[in-house]
């Protein structure tokens, strides 16, 4: 059974970055498409970006296109979601998602807080 | 980018209804939309997808249909753990842009 596992909470200064990782158990990770969605206190959720790790291709929702980036590290069987200049309005809970390709297995999501 | 708006935006319905959501495609989308299941306090889970094909576990009250622009996600018989946010995403090129979700409850 694939497992994603997140890394924790987060507590964040406006205008600094966050990294919140997603590392695969269970399965071949490179296999998978690992997306990431938000979700706003109260919002719908959001797409943010998408990583296939197999060839390390990339693509982003064009409202954070500069200011977020998705990495891969296949050797840890990892992904990574960085975003930059954060403000209030990022405060959000983060999730990643893994599939072939859309997400069929899910993080526990990671609530990052942006606050001064 | 496409953009993917739902109808209605919440609803409200019976144990047994029959419960239908519409979700629009900007620009045409072919068959290449999923719908997800949100319960309260939990993430997402996958329910359809290319449009019609139900994900793995998935109950047989939930159907989904449409083509290029119009789409539609039917739960036959609502029970009561169906009370749930339900969102359509499209997965074609480009970005995969969620609807604003539609927030099913039982009357």
Redesign the interface.
């Known amino acids: 059974q694939v497992q994603l596992v997140q890394s924790g909470a987060e507590v964040k200064k406006p205008g600094s970055s966050v990294k919140v990782s997603c590392k695969a158990s269970g399965g071949t990770f490179t296999n998978f498409e690992i ?1 990431w ?1 938000r979700q706003a206190p109260g919002q ?4 943010m ?2 990583i296939i790790p197999i060839v390390d291709f990339a ?4 409202r954070f296109q500069g200011r977020v980036t998705i990495t891969a590290d296949k050797s840890t069987s990892t992904a990574y979601m960085e975003l930059s200049s954060l403000t209030s309005e990022d405060t959000a809970v983060y ?1 990643c ?1 893994g ?1 072939q ?4 297995y ?4 990671t609530l990052v807080t942006v606050s001064s | 980018d496409i953009q993917m708006t739902q109808s209605p935006s919440s609803l409200s319905a019976s144990v047994g209804d029959r419960v239908t959501i519409t979700c629009r495609a900007s620009q045409g989308i072919s068959d290449y939309l999923a719908w997800y299941q949100q319960r309260p306090g939990k993430g997402p889970k996958l329910l359809i997808y290319a449009a019609s094909t139900l994900q793995s576990g998935v109950p047989s009250r939930f159907s989904g249909s449409g083509s290029g622009t119009a789409f539609t996600l039917t739960i036959s018989s609502l029970q009561p753990e169906d009370v749930a946010t339900y969102y359509c995403q499209k997965y074609s090129s480009g970005p995969w842009t969620f609807g604003q979700g539609t927030k099913v409850e039982i009357k």
């Open positions: 997306s969605v719908g959720l959001e797409w970006g998408r693509n982003y929702a064009q999730y998602g599939g390709p859309l997400p069929d899910w993080g526990q999501g």
